[in-house]
Nanobody, 120 residues
């Protein structure tokens, strides 16, 4: 299973960016799919994720970020509006996919991070 993330960049405060993550190589649909982010010197934390059609957001991004999932294309997008300098960090997409060995557990896969920089 591979996750390919794209869409990071540098933007001024108040601007917008759209991240995309394409999942390939899985034969079963992901249970959860979404994004974590890691600010410089801090731990990786959840930003937003979709669980079977239900989206969840960190409090810090509610009202500004919108996650959309295209199950047919095995892709998830994160539209980030009204960006703030504190949104700066590396964004990692992930997918929790049911195991393929017959066991009833999820395997988490990560994509390579994409840098988001918001200047003040």
């Amino acid at each position: 299973v591979q996750l390919q993330a794209s869409g990071g960049g540098t933007v001024q405060a108040g601007g917008s960016l759209r991240l995309s993550c394409a999942v390939s190589g899985n034969t079963v649909e992901a249970n959860d799919i979404g994004w974590y982010r890691q600010a410089p010197g801090k731990q990786r934390v959840m930003a937003a994720f979709d669980r079977r059609g239900v989206t969840n957001y960190a409090e810090s991004v509610k009202g500004r970020f919108t996650l959309s999932r295209d199950s047919a294309k095995n892709t998830v997008h994160l539209q980030m509006n009204s960006l703030k300098p504190e949104d700066t960090g590396v964004y990692y997409c992930y997918a929790d996919i049911p195991s393929s060995d017959g066991g009833y557990y999820l395997v988490r896969y990560w994509g390579k991070g994409t840098q988001v920089t918001v200047s003040s």
